[in-house]
């Protein structure tokens, strides 16, 4: 069984912090998205990683999809209150049709 | 620029009664699957569906539960009998390609099951 797991679980940092997530998998992935959603809402696609080793950016986001592509990170520049919320990264299970979810980090960021 | 459209939002049943919930996906998208959230966790999969067949149900509980999507109209999940247990956020997500595939998914903003 594939498994996603996110680490931390949990996260509160002060306002203008760097930080990091991580989405690890002892499978490999075809491709891994990322999704942050916010209370009361779904979640809202982030990015795509599809070739191992591959960075993409998004403003102060920075993703990276491991040379083996079984893990992906997430590093956020000078964290604001407006990123706060749930991050999940997702990928499709081989040889099924269906989307394997991480567990989560949970980030909070204090104005 | 309408996207995944869910509903209804909010839904209140009693123990033993049944919840229906809608899902519309983005125009052009004949894909979609139906997710569970519990509180603090992630979604975790229930059922995969294209136009008029069930492609994957392995997340599907086999009792209760049912899922369609007709030619005509939205998705709907069925759940019958509802238990306590049933008490979650269902979310809806549709994509352009096939599940699997890596094509992006794009989500409703979620049904929020409540059972007295």
């Known amino acids: 069984t594939q498994l996603l797991e996110q680490s931390p679980q949990f996260l509160s940092i002060q306002e203008g912090e760097n930080l990091t997530v991580y989405c690890n998998s002892s499978s490999v992935f075809s491709s891994l998205q990322w999704y942050r959603q916010e209370p009361g809402e779904g979640p809202v696609l982030l990015v795509t990683?599809?070739?191992?080793?591959e960075v993409k950016k998004l403003k102060r986001l920075t993703f990276q999809f491991g040379d083996a592509r079984k893990d992906s990170s997430l590093h956020i520049t000078a964290a604001q209150p407006g990123d706060t919320g749930l991050y999940l990264c997702?990928?499709?299970?081989?040889?099924?049709?269906?989307?394997?979810f991480g567990t989560g980090t949970r980030l909070k960021v204090l104005a | 620029n309408a996207g995944v459209m869910q509903n209804p939002r909010h839904l209140v049943r009693r123990r033993g009664q049944e919840a229906r919930l809608r899902c519309s996906p983005m125009?052009?998208?004949?894909?979609v699957y139906w997710y569970r959230q519990l509180p603090e966790e992630g979604l975790k999969f229930m059922v995969y569906l294209q136009k008029e067949n069930i492609i994957d149900e392995s997340g599907m509980p086999k009792e209760r539960f049912s899922a369609e999507f007709p030619k005509e109209g939205p998705s709907i999940l069925r759940i019958q009998q509802v238990v306590r247990g049933d008490s979650a956020a269902y979310f809806c997500?549709?994509?352009?390609?096939?599940?699997?595939?890596?094509?992006?998914?794009?989500f409703g903003d979620g049904t929020r099951l409540s059972i007295l």
């Open positions: 997500a549709s994509s352009l390609g096939q599940g699997g595939s890596g094509q992006p998914q794009h």
């Open positions: 125009k052009g998208h004949s894909h």
């Open positions: 997702a990928g499709p299970a081989s040889g099924t049709y269906k989307y394997i």
């Open positions: 990683v599809v070739t191992g080793g």
